[in-house]
């Protein structure tokens, strides 16, 4: 019998984490499989948590949250024999909705027992881990701002994207990579892994999460005006057919900046710099899907 450790991040969603552990714990009691859970109160604690259960020889994971949550328990999980699970719990969910992993516990559950795994590629961006899109720029900005006043959700997202937007600068870059030199002016480049944010923005439609390869995304600055169908095109999955999109597959590249910029891994603000060096970690991780 199969044994998971399901790790649940007290502050992701709306649910009270005492009651997701219940449902998790009545829907694994009708199942072939045995479960622990441990709410985890930050990423410090999730660390703790993953390796204390790893040197009892636990191997299988799931991380109930947010894309956050995922990445704090996959950068401990790299290079392992170890496999992660994932039940949707956060703002966004990118990781989770493009490998189509249900929100409903039960119906998670479920998807979880068969143990089928993909073994998928991984970012390094100064030397931070991230498993579904990284950033440089204003979505690295945001993602700085996301959450520091308490809220977290869509509408607090939508809310920080209409007070920043119109003062944002656009960002002169330099990019080294497969031997060839990009100037650009980008006011978000984002870093894909795969192919979208969270609540079905696709900023990469055409990325896969096993192809060794890293989607780049440059986006230029779109009039306040156009916003709006420039969204539409992002959830429809067409932002390749927007003129203020651009993009290149690579595994490796470094990105200079004209000024001092914010970067995010997976959608958690990393601090600022203007060297980047950015590289794929391929077959690094174990996923069930």
Not at 235 to 251: D, E, V
Request: charged share 20%.
């Amino acid at each position: 019998m199969d044994h998971f450790v399901f790790i649940i991040n007290k502050s992701s969603g709306r649910q009270k984490s005492g009651e997701l552990e219940s449902r998790i714990m009545a829907a694994v009691k009708d199942r072939p499989m045995s479960a622990e859970c441990h709410i985890t109160q930050n990423a410090e604690h999730t660390a703790e948590l993953v390796q204390t259960a790893l040197a009892r020889g636990r191997e299988n994971f799931v991380a109930v949250g947010g894309d956050g949550t995922v990445n704090t328990l996959a950068r401990h999980l790299v290079h392992r024999k170890a496999i992660l699970g994932i039940i949707p719990r956060g703002s966004g969910n990118g990781l989770a909705r493009h490998l189509g992993m249900p929100a409903n516990i039960n119906d998670a559950i479920e998807r979880l027992l068969p143990r089928r795994t993909q073994s998928v590629d991984a970012i390094l961006i100064n030397d931070h881990w991230s498993f579904n899109v990284a950033g440089i720029g204003f979505d690295g900005y945001i993602s700085s701002l996301f959450g520091q006043n308490g809220k977290r959700g869509v509408a607090n997202y939508i809310r920080l994207i209409n007070q920043e937007y119109k003062s944002y600068q656009p960002i002169e870059m330099e990019i080294h990579t497969d031997g060839r030199i990009l100037h650009e002016q980008v006011f978000q480049l984002a870093i894909a892994n795969a192919s979208q944010y969270g609540n079905r923005a696709i900023i990469a439609p055409f990325a896969a999460l096993d192809d060794q390869l890293l989607d780049i995304s440059m986006i230029s600055k779109v009039p306040y005006t156009f916003l709006p169908g420039f969204f539409l095109r992002v959830i429809a999955g067409k932002i390749h057919k927007s003129r203020y999109w651009n993009s290149f597959k690579t595994n490796r590249m470094y990105v200079k900046t004209s000024r001092p910029v914010h970067f995010h891994t997976d959608g958690d603000g990393r601090g600022i710099s203007e060297h980047f060096n950015v590289e794929l970690v391929p077959s690094c991780l174990k996923l069930i899907y």
